[in-house]
Nanobody, 126 residues
């Protein structure tokens, strides 16, 4: 059984930083892409960032480029999302996810991800 567990969310002031973690178990974690998504109240779940298994390739939504960094520590089976210069519009529940296949292709479409965590709340106050 694959499990993905996010942590690190919280309340932060605008301009502040947070680091989210996504811990995996139940699969050869190092061989597949992991993505981060977020969902604000009343909005669709949207892509934030993704990283290949090696960590050498990443992809970001335009809204977070230059502020967020995704990276992974395969020895710890953990993927991180470092969020800097946070804005109130970054407020959302953040999810990590993984596709069912081991392809190294980065992907930003929610439907291409199969395994999901329970989410962690990030609130940015103005």
């Amino acid at each position: 059984q694959v499990q993905m567990v996010e942590s690190g969310g919280g309340l932060v002031q605008a301009g502040g930083s947070l680091r989210l973690s996504c811990a995996h178990s139940g699969r050869t974690f190092t061989r597949y892409v992991v993505g981060w998504f977020r969902q604000a109240p009343g909005k669709e779940r949207e892509f934030v960032a993704a990283v290949t298994w090696s960590g050498s390739l990443t992809s970001y939504a335009d809204s977070v480029k230059g502020r967020f960094t995704v990276f992974r520590d395969n020895a710890k089976n953990t993927v991180y999302l470092e969020m800097n210069s946070l804005k109130p519009e970054d407020t959302a529940v953040y999810y990590c996810a993984a596709p069912a296949d081991n392809s190294a292709r980065l992907r930003a479409v929610r439907e291409e991800y199969y395994y999901w965590g329970q989410g962690t709340q990030v609130t940015v106050s103005s």
